[in-house]
């Protein structure tokens, strides 16, 4: 078994920033693609960040310019920083990893970390 561990939610105002990090521990023999998703009241679960384990990223159109993601492999923790915050990046922020266990590759979430922007 894999488990994801979030922190850094909170809330803070419109402009402002916030770092989630996410840690993975368990049985398994790597972990490839991070990711980080959200999902507001309502809606659908978005991809906000991917990351391969080889650093390559790629980011949902709405959050390029000012979140980055990275990731310490030696700790099996992916990062995520969240600058210029608007209210619409109000949404519960989950971790997903895609870890290589003895059955293969499994796909992998945290609990989720709530993150809320005031204006």
């Known amino acids: 078994q894999v488990q994801l561990v979030e922190s850094g939610g909170g809330l803070v105002q419109a402009g402002g920033s916030l770092r989630l990090s996410c840690a993975a521990s368990g049985s398994f023999f790597s972990i490839n693609d991070m990711a980080w998703f959200r999902q507001a009241p309502g809606k659908q679960r978005e991809l906000v960040a991917r990351?391969?384990?080889?650093?390559?990223?790629n980011y949902a159109d709405s959050v390029k310019g000012r979140f980055a993601t990275s990731r310490d492999n030696a700790k099996n923790t992916v990062y995520l920083q969240m600058n210029s915050l608007k209210p619409e990046d109000t949404a519960v922020y989950y971790c997903?990893?895609?870890?290589?266990?003895?059955?293969?590759?499994?796909?992998?979430w945290g609990q989720g970390t709530q993150v809320t922007v005031s204006s």
């Open positions: 990351i391969t384990n080889s650093g390559s990223t």
């Open positions: 997903n990893a895609r870890a290589i266990v003895r059955s293969g590759g499994r796909d992998y």
